[in-house]
């Protein structure tokens, strides 16, 4: 492997093959695939050859062919003269017309990248759900079932694709709920897949999968424990302390807890990849870095959920921006019951402060004249511009954002969503990990701990918990954590994470204590596996439910340029009193991270919309939720299967929030906006825009007003028929909390002591962002580092006094 110093690109690591998709017959796949087909539905003018050339293709292939693909969806050239047109005239400088042209003229499923990324995003999908939708795709495989689902007698398979795309446009409106949420379904996945894998979208746009100018950075030399030959017998490794879990929670505890001379093992189910492969593509990214390839099990497809699953969890795939606990929300966990009162004191700010000062956040910018406005100015990207300019227009509340760089820098990297390859974000597998190595701490990656170990359990039962449930205690005493037990499988012989013949050993880490850091999803689903009985694990999770916003622009907006969040809008963020309500922000603009929830109307409209990304700017109202939900295992893989629908309160916040962006977005110049709120049409400017004119964004745009209405409405439908809400309108949340709720209650309403302990049990410990009371309102990455910092310290002092 080249040194990172002459390296000019990242080595992006190998993905182990594409799963077969056995869990569908041929006939069932040829229906899903001739769907998705439909989403990006290849388009040319009635007369290009390459109908021509199709239809002799085919002709000579026809026993092979899995479904109809005999025909491209045909238009009169005039109308493809215009699209392309248009799609031209939006770019500073416009990609050839032959590029715009192949780009609508794109098959997805001819592209084996496409469908190998296809296969993978379904591979995480739950047993079930792949059984019921294998059951509709066979009902779409016939006359009768056709019929019933799409008003037309032929199969799906065999329809041509302008027939299908039309069937999808019906479903996406259906007074079907279950049919509206299978249409989101396949427009969601096509689309995802598409920007992931597209040539012709990378040669439109000019996307690169890294920053110019690349340069690895630093990169710790980890020794990571390695585990004998695979056997029956089990491995044991014994410490003081082993914590579950190399996240935000778990690399802060690590390094305090070794910092104070104690031997510290911390285990981590995902692997350590290096700045020399960060950046990771878009495809590969989502497999290695996040949870369940970037799609966590939901009751409510229209909610999506990430969380980072590699060395280092959620710190490693953030975006860098670094947010203290609002005081309000301080005060609002402070006061929910007796014992809660440390958060407001001056230990918790000590903790919080400790935490900023280590990562750089609570550094201030200067440039050489020692003016900080000139340097705040130049951290923002366009869309963080767009943010506070408008703000002063609007009289909106806004400010620019601190990130954790050292030094003070500006992090100038928009792909950081993938992995940090420069170092210069202070994440936890580039400071507090690394701290804890040198503090003597040792680390295992690739390791699934199954359940914690307490007295009696030597960890020999295989797939389950401990002998006996143990019965939930508010009492201090209980069975003493012992350690965990767990599946270690190893790198390659390459050193990857792809190759077949790789080392697989049960391993039993035997500890005084055990701190269980695995983040809000996967903590309560370990706590229930070993046994524990408090039926509040799981439950009270908050999100920070997401609803997106683009708009595009005259002038090129370089999406990738500078940080991710570099500024927030804060005028909405208590709109019941209680402080509920959404903050308005930018967000990451990695292809699929901004466009694969754009609400379809057609392949047409989809594509052009996709080219014109180097003019887009996306933004989301991130809303405090009131209302929460559960998170639970899945009986038969044991993943976690998240149950939340964003109430009717929250719902209404986070379109007040929508409004709130596209407001801003008006007043900016915007010439196109657009909500991902489904069935709502674009916002396009007439003529040409004037942000310094006030006529241009106030109220007496009666165009834009009716647009806003129209947003409302549709998203606020009141049809009981729709249940009350758009269910196709998507959620997105990378901040899952309180599933192991703090409190000083006994456990009534609770599963850990304000110390982190959890009730009924000695030894046993909860550090990361699922201790929350609830939601924290911001990026919650300073909070739970601050409940770790808290928390590990606590068990310091107490090591102390024993």
């Known amino acids: 492997m080249a040194s990172p110093k002459t390296r000019t690109a990242p080595d992006t690591p190998l993905l182990a093959p594409a799963p077969l998709g056995d869990w569908w017959d041929d006939t069932q796949w040829a229906v899903f695939m001739s769907l998705l087909d439909a989403v990006l539905a290849p388009v040319v003018a009635t007369g290009d050859v390459r109908i021509e050339q199709q239809k002799n293709a085919n002709a000579a292939h026809a026993d092979n062919l899995p479904f109809n693909r005999s025909t491209f969806k045909r238009v009169p050239k005039t109308e493809l003269d215009i699209a392309v047109a248009k799609t031209r005239d939006a770019f500073i400088t416009p990609p050839d017309t032959s590029a715009i042209v192949d780009c609508l003229a794109d098959r997805a499923s001819d592209n084996p990248k496409f469908l190998m990324g296809v296969r993978r995003t379904l591979n995480g999908v739950s047993l079930k759900d792949k059984s019921d939708l294998g059951g509709l795709l066979t009902l779409l495989s016939s006359r009768a079932?056709?019929?019933?689902?799409?008003?037309?007698?032929?199969?799906?398979?065999?329809?041509?694709?302008?027939?299908?795309?039309?069937?999808?446009?019906?479903?996406?409106?259906?007074?079907?709920?279950?049919?509206?949420?299978?249409?989101?379904?396949?427009?969601?996945?096509?689309?995802?897949?598409?920007?992931?894998?597209?040539?012709?979208?990378?040669?439109?746009?000019?996307?690169?999968?890294?920053?110019?100018?690349?340069?690895?950075?630093?990169?710790?030399?980890?020794?990571?424990?390695?585990?004998?030959?695979?056997?029956?017998?089990?491995?044991?490794?014994?410490?003081?302390?082993?914590?579950?879990?190399?996240?935000?929670?778990?690399?802060?505890?690590?390094?305090?807890?070794?910092?104070?001379?104690?031997?510290?093992?911390?285990?981590?189910?995902?692997?350590?990849?290096?700045?020399?492969?960060?950046?990771?593509?878009?495809?590969?990214?989502?497999?290695?870095?996040?949870?369940?390839?970037?799609?966590?099990?939901?009751?409510?497809?229209?909610?999506?959920v990430l969380a980072g699953a590699c060395w280092g969890g959620g710190g490693t795939i953030n975006w860098s921006v670094s947010l203290r606990t609002p005081d309000r929300v301080r005060q609002e966990w402070a006061k929910g019951q007796p014992g809660m009162s440390f958060i407001t004191s001056p230990a918790f700010d000590a903790s919080m402060d400790r935490v900023c000062d280590f990562m750089g956040v609570n550094e201030v910018i200067e440039n050489p004249s020692g003016s900080t406005a000139a340097a705040v100015d130049d951290e923002q990207s366009h869309r963080g511009r767009v943010i506070l300019d408008s703000a002063i227009k609007l009289n909106f509340e806004a400010d620019s954002l601190l990130q954790n760089c050292k030094g003070g820098k500006p992090h100038d990297d928009g792909h950081c969503h993938l992995g940090c390859g420069s170092a210069e974000k202070q994440g936890t597998s580039v400071s507090w990990l690394p701290a804890a190595a040198r503090a003597g701490a040792q680390f295992v990656e690739g390791f699934h701990v199954e359940r914690v170990l307490f007295e009696g359990d030597d960890g020999t039962a295989v797939g389950g918990a401990a002998a006996s449930s143990i019965p939930h205690s508010a009492s201090a005493a209980g069975p003493k954590a012992i350690g965990v037990v767990g599946t270690w499988l190893s790198r390659d012989a390459d050193g990857g994470v792809a190759g077949e013949k790789r080392t697989k050993q049960r391993v039993v880490i035997k500890a005084n204590k055990v701190i269980v850091s695995c983040g809000s999803l996967w903590s309560p689903v370990i706590l229930k596996k070993s046994g524990l009985a408090n039926p509040q694990i799981g439950k009270n999770l908050h999100l920070h439910p997401c609803n997106f916003v683009s708009a595009y622009f005259d002038e090129e907006t370089k999406p990738m340029d500078k940080g991710i969040i570099t500024s927030i809008c804060t005028s909405f963020e208590d709109l019941d009193g209680a402080y509920h309500g959404p903050r308005l922000e930018s967000t990451c603009m990695v292809p699929y991270a901004i466009l694969a929830n754009l609400p379809w109307n057609s392949s047409v409209d989809f594509k052009t919309a996709a080219m014109r990304y180097q003019h887009l700017d996306g933004f989301i109202s991130l809303t405090r939720d009131r209302d929460p939900g559960r998170v639970f295992p899945d009986p038969v893989t044991g993943q976690p299967i998240v149950d939340y629908v964003p109430s009717a309160l929250d719902r209404e916040h986070a379109v007040e929030g929508v409004i709130g962006i596209a407001r801003l977005c008006h007043a900016a110049g915007a010439n196109e906006i657009r909500s991902y709120i489904a069935h709502t049409r674009p916002f396009i400017r007439s003529g040409k825009a004037d942000s310094n004119t006030s006529k241009d964004y106030k109220k007496d745009n009666p165009a834009f007003e009716a647009w806003v209405k129209e947003v409302r409405s549709a998203a606020l439908s009141s049809n009981p028929l729709w249940g009350g809400w758009n269910v196709a309108t998507p959620f997105a949340s990378a901040h899952q909390m309180g599933t192991c709720r703090m409190g000083d209650d006994g456990g009534k309403a609770s599963v850990v002591n304000p110390r982190g302990q959890v009730w009924g049990t000695q030894g046993l410990y909860v550090a990361d962002a699922s201790v929350f009371p609830s939601a924290s309102g911001v990026n919650p990455m300073v909070s739970a580092m601050t409940f770790a910092d808290w928390i590990a310290n606590g068990i310091v002092q107490e090591l102390a006094a024993n």
């Open 145 to 304: 079932g056709a019929l019933m689902l799409t008003g037309y007698c032929t199969p799906v398979q065999n329809q041509p694709v302008h027939v299908r795309e039309k069937i999808l446009q019906n479903w996406t409106t259906s007074w079907i709920p279950t049919v509206r949420k299978v249409s989101r379904m396949f427009t969601a996945l096509a689309q995802t897949s598409w920007l992931m894998s597209a040539p012709m979208f990378r040669q439109v746009t000019g996307y690169t999968d890294f920053p110019k100018n690349w340069k690895a950075g630093p990169s710790f030399d980890y020794k990571f424990v390695q585990f004998g030959q695979e056997s029956n017998d089990l491995e044991t490794l014994e410490t003081d302390i082993v914590i579950v879990g190399s996240g935000c929670g778990g690399a802060v505890c690590a390094k305090i807890l070794a910092s104070a001379g104690h031997r510290v093992v911390v285990v981590e189910k995902g692997y350590h990849f290096p700045q020399s492969q960060l950046p990771m593509p878009q495809n590969e990214g989502a497999r290695l870095l996040f949870e369940n390839s970037g799609i966590v099990a939901s009751t409510d497809p229209a909610v999506s």
